[in-house]
């Protein structure tokens, strides 16, 4: 019990030293700047600066956290994988009918055309940033996942149809596994998965 509570108070001094560290270390360092000036970044969507550049910072502050997260889970040893959903701004998919009307109204209980188009305008935005730096992030991007699909699998601009949540965990798996064979790794992520499925659900 006293081990335990020992180990408690370690991680809670490890996470607190992190976060004094997050909260004053420049965004320059340890890779997070994002180069190159905002306005390359402005997708066709877009003609706010403004809106750019709140783009940019939240994916800045998304990539600072996940740098948070990878150092606490470096130091228990554990392995971390970060996912970017698709967004239906941005799907190459063949949009149903309802899915049309959530491109057009991203809050379906507002119908205020102007406020609407401006979610739109945002997510298109972060997307856009968030496609430059990814990949050299260690990030795993699944936008184009539904490409292929007809059905439909966004339920707003940011939640998902239970059917397309499946998509995205096999997706998942799929990678870890595929990462865990290449590491050498001989227990599978599907294997995992399913033990933990009881706990999960």
């Not at 972060?126 to 292929?148: M, P």
């Not at 499946?166 to 595929?178: D, Q, R």
Request: charged letters at 25%.
């Amino acid at each position: 019990m006293a081990q335990s509570h020992h180990r408690l108070l370690s991680m809670k001094r490890k996470i607190e030293t992190w976060h004094d560290k997050w909260k004053t270390t420049p965004v320059s360092d340890d890779g997070m700047t994002l180069k190159g000036s905002i306005e390359s970044y402005i997708p066709l969507e877009v003609d706010d600066p403004s809106i750019v550049r709140r783009a940019e910072q939240t994916v800045r502050n998304y990539l600072k956290n996940v740098q948070v997260i990878r150092k606490i889970a470096d130091a228990y040893g554990v392995r971390t994988y970060f996912f970017w959903q698709p967004a239906i701004q941005k799907s190459r998919k063949q949009l149903s009918v309802c899915e049309r009307d959530i491109t057009q109204y991203p809050e379906p209980w507002n119908r205020n055309k102007d406020h609407n188009r401006k979610i739109s305008r945002c997510v298109c935005a972060v997307w856009d940033v968030a496609d430059q730096f990814l990949e050299q992030h260690g990030i795993i991007s699944l936008t184009s996942l539904f490409d292929a699909k007809s059905d439909d699998l966004f339920l707003d601009w940011n939640h998902l149809t239970p059917r397309a949540n499946e998509l995205i965990a096999s997706a998942c798996v799929n990678t870890v596994e595929m990462h865990c064979q290449l590491s050498g790794v001989r227990r599978s992520a599907r294997q995992v998965a399913q033990k933990n499925s009881a706990s999960v659900m």
